[in-house]
């Protein structure tokens, strides 16, 4: 079974430019978290889908950060416009049932956006 | 993949020694704790958690101390191995929905 995939791994656009993540969580699993981690500090929650419901978005930053899950499979991140605090790694994570926390949460390997 | 961070505290230990990974976190009220293991151009992978109920969980090779009085989780590796060489970060779950909330981080590097 495919694990959780992102796309694309590195992207580097310029400051004022727009940036679309695409996360394709394990089949079947209808919570969707995105998270990322800014260069030297910890891995911070950003928001979570369940199906495409948005469940929770307390951690988005602001509203250059638009997330969507149509039909309730992947997930997309765009950033618009990307500013250069940006930068950093975005995880998407998937999982089946959400009540047991990390264990069951799958990780993706992350893209890594770099704001120039 | 990614970069280490530049302020990441780091852990060197000799192949073959115990490693000891702190962490202090910060919701008295969280009652799910977890371990990551992130190598290089990886996402987080899970090593071991732990209920509010415990405060000590055994693993393959690894251990997990909860200290709920003070707030501190930490992770043991026994007879440490190059392949443990990545970021290891603690986390906690914050709602029943599965919101993480990670620390910081420790790198471990692992000598020959």
């Known amino acids: 079974e495919a694990g959780v995939t992102q796309f694309p791994s590195h992207s580097v656009i310029e400051k004022g430019q727009t940036v679309t993540l695409r996360c394709d969580p394990i089949?079947?699993?209808?919570?969707l978290y995105w998270y990322r981690r800014v260069m030297g500090k910890e891995i911070k929650f950003l928001l979570h889908?369940?199906?495409?419901?948005?469940?929770?978005e307390s951690g988005m930053p602001n509203n250059r950060f638009l997330a969507e899950r149509t039909g309730g499979t992947y997930s997309t991140l765009k950033v618009q416009p990307a500013e250069l605090e940006d930068s950093g790694v975005y995880f998407c994570?998937?999982?089946?049932?959400?009540?047991?926390?990390?264990?069951?949460?799958?990780f993706g390997p992350g893209t890594r956006l770099t704001v120039t | 993949g990614e970069s280490v961070g530049l302020h990441l505290p780091t852990l060197s230990v000799q192949e073959g020694d115990n490693s000891i990974i702190n962490c202090a976190y910060s919701?008295?009220?969280?009652?799910?704790f977890i371990w990551y293991k992130q190598e290089s151009g990886k996402g987080p992978q899970f090593i071991i958690d732990?209920?509010?109920?415990?405060d000590k969980r055994q693993g393959q090779r690894v251990t997990v101390l909860l200290n709920k009085t003070v707030k501190h989780l930490s992770l043991q590796i026994a007879a440490t191995q190059p392949g443990d060489s990545a970021v290891y970060f603690c986390?906690?779950?914050?709602?029943?929905?599965?919101?993480?909330?990670f620390g910081a981080g420790t790198q471990v590097v692992v000598t020959p």
């Open positions: 732990i209920r509010s109920n415990m």
């Open positions: 986390a906690e779950k914050l709602n029943s929905w599965g919101k993480l909330q």
């Open positions: 889908f369940v199906k495409e419901s948005k469940q929770d």
């Open positions: 994570a998937s999982s089946q049932d959400p009540n047991w926390g990390g264990r069951e949460q799958y």
């Open positions: 089949s079947g699993h209808d919570n």
């Open positions: 919701n008295s009220a969280s009652d799910y």
